[in-house]
């Protein structure tokens, strides 16, 4: 174990076109106030990918967090039920993560949340009903509109009552 994970306020990838983490890792960086994981601009030669996404349940012990960002990473398919313990979270970043499919409902615990960019996410197939109980977000860029022909049909059948509308 290393303690001064533990000391750490902010991690920045600055250069790393492979993210590997260890899932202890996040556990224990519990005073992170900043994590910037994504890539500093989104072109096509600016690829940052992981090999498995299990490291992200670390988020869980990382109350302080504000600002967190996976812009442009991609192979992640699901943001997981950890992300319900992020209450003190201002900024969530997803822009541009192209395997993303899945926001887990988790986001409604997100109580200061004012910033939400899941623009270019094109996997992503419906917006989880929590968004519609983050009062203080105040930019949200991107939305997926589900289809009323889609409902029922196919992997989103039973996913309706889950699936977050404009009216909501």
């Known amino acids: 174990a290393n303690p001064d994970l533990e000391k750490l306020h902010a991690v ?3 250069n790393e076109a492979i993210l590997d983490f260890k899932p202890e890792w996040f556990s224990m960086m519990k005073n992170l106030n900043f ?6 601009k989104v072109s096509p030669t ?4 992981v090999d498995e996404s299990h490291f992200l349940n670390g988020l869980s012990s990382m109350e302080h967090l504000k600002f967190f960002s996976l812009q442009g990473v991609s192979r992640i398919m699901e943001l997981p039920e950890s992300i319900s313990n992020l209450s003190n979270l201002i900024i969530l970043d997803l ?3 192209h395997s993303l499919e899945s926001i887990h409902e988790g986001i409604r615990y997100m109580k200061n949340l004012t910033y939400l ?8 197939e419906r917006m989880p009903k ?12 991107g939305f997926v509109v589900k289809s009323e022909q889609g409902k029922g049909k196919g992997k989103g059948k039973g996913k309706g009552k889950n699936t977050c509308t404009l009216k909501d």
């Not at 994590?35 to 500093?40: A, D, E, I, K, P």
Request: overall charge negative; glycine content about 6%; aromatic content about 8%.
């Open 12 to 14: 920045f990838n600055v």
């Open 35 to 40: 994590l910037h994981l994504g890539s500093w």
């Open 46 to 49: 600016d690829h940052i990918e």
């Open 95 to 97: 822009r541009a993560c």
């Open 117 to 124: 960019d899941i623009s270019e996410c094109y996997l992503l």
């Open 130 to 141: 929590g968004i519609s109980m983050l009062s203080n977000l105040r930019v949200l860029k």
